[in-house]
């Protein structure tokens, strides 16, 4: 089935907006730590409120010149300036300063390790213009535990990385040589286990006639099913679920009261639900619809409705919206289902491995592949006990162990941030420019 054009769509939202917002904050450059797990101090920046919008969103966005003469399948999708991973000289990466502990560091390299013992010999990942067995990628990741076990200087762990290893820098094509990096964490919704007149919205389990792609099928999408002819199609998009192409299935996994919240959930791959009882339910990623990521924010403040803000802050507005709110979601084709995971489990990337807080990030595969080690130097918001955030200069160890629709080419890194409120507030508001340099044993 085809979805209707995009402006098709956005006609039908004919009620005004409620407040729109923006949060501004000023960025301050501070002093690096010393050492592991020591972070420098920062000073904190205003909040800047919501700024209100004022045209009905069915002017705004049916006069939107960008989404006009766009089709839903070509509009908004989150792209990254794709450009190359090459190798580099030494004397090039910053001070290796961990702004985390070794332990977690540890941890997830452990992870990278037995992700390369378990591949036969054969398999081949490619960095740069150069290609590397599963053998040699085991190796390096055993020397970096070796390197980061031992007790360095970073000026003696800088020389050892640049003399030991081979260094490469993923750079987007926006002319700054740098990347971009956005935070994800582990989302927290109100749901309930039966439907009531407030909590509307299901939260899918894996319909069973979905089909995970692969390359020899020759279609550019990961997940379809076969339509009524047995030709290999999209599964269905999020307005055609939204309007009940599911239902009936039994693959109702729970409800709850917004589309947004069900949103932000399938944005983050995995998360929380909160029963109004006190107990809980885990949930993970297991497969989506096939359809492209597009991301509703940049619709909407592309078109006027709202200046730029956190993505949290975007979801609160979202809520706000009444019965607009779901079509507002709908923009957005793409629909994550779901799967039940123990309540002790951690969250899970493509890897198959527990992410690790601060130390795990999403990549594209194609150019950065699962399993790499790298140095990410950034900013990154902290939030205080207040609510108020601050940026501060960071250093510190990542390893490639998740993907995301919109992280696309070597530009994009999404940093998983956790669970919990500060988590959601601390990764929302990421959203800077940084250098990676990737590790690969000579």
Not at 179 to 204: C, H, L, M, Q, S
Not at 316 to 337: A, F, H, I, K
Request: glycine share 10%; charged share 20%; aromatic share 10%.
């Amino acid at each position: 089935m085809r979805a209707r054009s995009l402006l098709a769509v956005m006609m039908l939202f004919l009620m005004p907006p409620a407040t729109g917002g923006a949060a501004s904050q000023e960025s301050l450059r501070a002093e690096g730590g010393i050492s592991f797990g020591r972070l420098s101090a920062f000073t904190a920046s205003p909040d800047v409120p919501y700024a209100a919008a004022s045209v009905p969103v069915g002017d705004v966005l049916g006069s939107c010149p960008k989404s006009a003469s766009l089709s839903l399948e070509e509009a908004y999708q989150e792209r990254s300036g794709l450009k190359d991973v090459s190798e580099v000289s030494s004397g090039v990466i910053p001070l290796p300063v961990d702004d985390l502990d070794k332990a977690g560091l540890l941890a997830a390299l452990r992870n990278n390790l037995s992700y390369w013992q378990g591949k036969p010999d054969s398999f081949k990942v490619s960095i740069g213009k150069d290609s590397f067995s599963s053998s040699w990628m085991s190796r390096t990741t055993q020397q970096l535990i070796d390197l980061f076990s031992s007790d360095m200087s970073p000026a003696a762990l800088r020389s050892a990385l640049e003399s030991r290893f081979r260094i490469y820098r993923s750079v987007a094509d926006d002319g700054t040589g740098k990347v971009v990096i956005t935070g994800y964490y582990e989302a927290e919704i109100k749901a309930v286990r039966t439907p009531d007149a407030v909590n509307r919205f299901p939260i899918y389990l894996r319909p069973a006639d979905l089909i995970k792609t692969t390359p020899d099928m020759g279609v550019d999408f990961d997940y379809g099913r076969r339509d009524e002819s047995g030709v290999l199609v999209r599964h269905y998009p999020r307005e055609e679920i939204s309007g009940g192409a599911l239902d009936g299935k039994g693959l109702e996994l729970a409800w709850s009261e917004h589309p947004a919240w069900i949103m932000l959930l399938q944005i983050q791959g995995s998360g929380v639900l909160r029963f109004p009882d006190g107990d809980s339910m885990k949930v993970g990623f297991n497969g989506a619809n096939g359809w492209p990521f597009k991301s509703v924010q940049k619709i909407l403040t592309d078109c006027g409705e709202v200046a730029p803000m956190s993505f949290k802050k975007f979801i609160d507005y979202l809520t706000t919206q009444g019965d607009r709110e779901s079509r507002l979601v709908d923009l957005n084709p793409r629909y994550v289902y779901f799967q039940s995971r123990p309540k002790d489990s951690p969250a899970y990337g493509a890897m198959g491995v527990g992410l690790v807080p601060g130390r795990s990030i999403a990549v594209d595969p194609a150019p950065i592949p699962l399993g790499v080690t790298a140095l990410l130097s950034s900013r990154r918001p902290v939030a205080a006990s207040d609510g108020s955030l601050s940026f501060r200069d960071f250093t510190r160890f990542v390893v490639a162990q998740d993907t995301g629709a919109a992280i696309r080419g070597p530009g994009r890194i999404d940093l998983f941030w956790g669970g919990g409120d500060t988590a959601f507030t601390e990764a929302s508001s990421m959203k800077a420019p940084g250098d990676l340099y990737i590790f690969v044993a000579k």
